[in-house]
């Protein structure tokens, strides 16, 4: 189920960014970012339309994905 970013608080919003940053917990650019600097990067990609928020009401869980993978 899409969700659009911005029907969710803030708080909220941030807790599912910052959940998919560190659910990796690799780094695999050249560059290591904090995680203030990722969670405005995937602000940005959300602003931009590039990624969405996916909810599975059967876990309850959010996900961030590509809007061309969300079709």
């Known amino acids: 189920m899409k969700i659009p970013y911005s029907d969710l608080s803030q708080d909220a919003l941030t807790g599912v960014i910052e959940e998919f940053i560190t659910r990796e917990g690799t780094e695999h650019g050249s560059r290591d970012y904090t995680l203030v600097e990722k969670v405005a ?31």
């Open 41 to 71: 990067q995937v602000r940005k990609q959300l602003e931009d339309g590039e990624i969405g928020v996916d909810f599975d009401p059967e876990t309850g869980t959010c996900n961030l994905t590509r809007e061309e993978a969300r079709t």
